[in-house]
């Protein structure tokens, strides 16, 4: 989310931070018009901003979860892992949301393209918030996010 700034806030950054909180309520919803219109584009700021956003929002889904503790892994709630399990996903994605719901590491990142890391965050952010608040939490928690970040 966008932080108190002494000057006017980058429209890369409203871009980015919005676009990312869009991509999560797609894949939340299930609806594809949605995914293919929220998808990584712009500029590289734009698209910085983007997966800086997905990032930041699948971090505190992951600390969200009532287990959380630095001190054992971060594996995925159940109620998440059933809604992943109905998620259709191209094999690289695939391989990185799984490896993440396991909390096995960085997963294949580094072969990935900047648009499969944006999916495998986006996906991943849905799958945890959806075991962390229920979907419905998730998704009132999503629209409130993205009022902050468009209104900036």
Do not use: C, K, N
């Not at 890369?12 to 990312?20: D, L, P, V």
């Not at 580094?110 to 918030?129: P, V």
């Not at 979907?135 to 900036?152: E, F, H, Y």
């Amino acid at each position: 989310m966008t932080t108190q700034q002494a000057g006017p806030v980058p429209v890369e950054q409203i871009e980015g931070e919005t676009r990312a909180v869009d991509l999560v309520v797609a894949y939340v919803v299930g609806d594809v018009d949605l995914v293919v219109a929220a998808g990584l584009q712009g500029g590289e700021l734009a698209r910085g901003y983007m997966l800086q956003q997905l990032d930041r929002m699948l971090s505190q889904a992951v600390m969200a979860d009532h287990g959380f503790s630095f001190h054992t892994r971060a594996v995925m709630p159940p109620e998440g892992i059933v809604w992943l399990s109905t998620v259709p996903m191209a094999a690289d994605v695939a391989a990185a949301v799984w490896a993440l719901a396991g909390d096995a590491g960085e997963g294949p990142w580094r072969q990935m393209t900047q648009e499969d890391r944006a999916t495998a965050l986006a996906i991943s952010t849905a799958a945890r918030g959806i075991g962390a608040w229920g979907t419905d939490g998730l998704l009132a928690r999503l629209a409130a996010m993205r009022a902050v970040v468009s209104a900036a």
